[in-house]
DNA sequence: GTCTATAGTTCGATAGAC
DNA sequence: GTCTATCGAACTATAGAC
């Protein structure tokens, strides 16, 4: 049967109309639309409609390019040069894309973050996934957990916002910038750890 | 006459309810109905219907928006002083709102990149005068104007991706966090620009 | 079980009463 | 000029044919 195939189809539709033009801006007949599905399919595989086919999105593509940011950055063994590439990578990516492909749950975050409290909580805990994945990284490099967290957030935040401003402005500028930015933050941060004192 | 009146009543109800849920999760009626104001006002001060309003509201709450954050960073005399009182004033101000005042047009902005080019270069011009404006500011404390601007695109970028973390957690740590990293990344420039070289 | 047709509501926009 | 009533087109959701 093609239902896992369709199923994965609409799924596939709303999490890219979804983070084009964000949760309200989609309809669910542009999803079936674009999705090649009948319109039934979609009370069929989510029975709740439109908020689960949305919370079905985020709990797939959250994690998902959680992973993608992940092994970027473990695809250098120098942590800088790891996090200068990730950054690169998604300017690119995002360029190379008319720039559409950011973060795929941002806008809906914004969206329901107090319309909807089942989505709410849903890209919480995307989130928090990603801040625990990137703290686990980043104490790889910086002793305390405390300064790693502290890493995490800055890198997450500023990946975040960069994508807020480089869609808008069409330039990949603010994301090269926030690769800066966080290259030397955490080159700080090592440089303090692994000298015990001041000369 | 009441019209000056009724026509910022609408701008403020509108600005409310887009940071709210949202440019496509806000209807008209909704706007007029929270700003008490007859239907038929909108279309006659807002000709060109939803995207004239929603366009006002960006080039009227984005620069007061940034205005205040400049007030906040200028209320005190020493540059890490102020960032980190800013960011703690926005953490503050978010928790006591019910998590609805971040950003006025972080939404917005993500919603309309790529479906509304009128709306995109409006947000795009609004966060190009902010960086301008930030930009100045850093450049009080650290040297080269390459420096003050990659300063200013990571602040704004932290700002706005940790309204973003903040929101969706009902937490200030996202935000708390961003204000520690910009601090410390501050401090590090400045530090590096008054020790000419290295021993 | 898969899909179509449609119900019921709300949307943005407008015509026309006053 | 100010406002009300309503339009046609979306929307989400569902009932029921096949």
Known sequence: MGSRNTRERVLAAAGRLFRLQGYAGTGLKQIVSESGAPYGSIYHF?????????????????????????????SRADPLAALEFAFRQAAEDLAGT??????????????????????????????????DGATAWFG???????QAKMLA?????????????????????????????????????????NVSGRP
């Open 46 to 74: 989510f029975p709740n409609g439109k908020e689960q086919l949305a919370h079905e999105v985020i709990r797939t593509s959250g994690p998902e390019y959680g992973r993608l940011v992940l092994m970027l950055l473990n």
């Open 153 to 193: 957030f800055a890198m997450i935040s500023m990946l975040e916002g960069a994508f807020v401003l480089s869609r808008a402005a069409r330039s990949t500028d603010p994301l090269l910038a926030a690769g800066k930015a966080i290259v030397d933050l955490t080159g700080n941060v090592m440089r303090q750890s």
């Open 140 to 146: 790889r490099f910086v002793p305390g957990d405390e």
């Open 98 to 131: 008319d720039y559409a492909d950011a973060c795929p749950i941002a806008t809906i975050a914004l969206e329901v973050a107090n319309t909807s409290e089942t989505l709410r909580v849903a890209t919480a805990e995307v989130f928090a996934d990603w801040v």
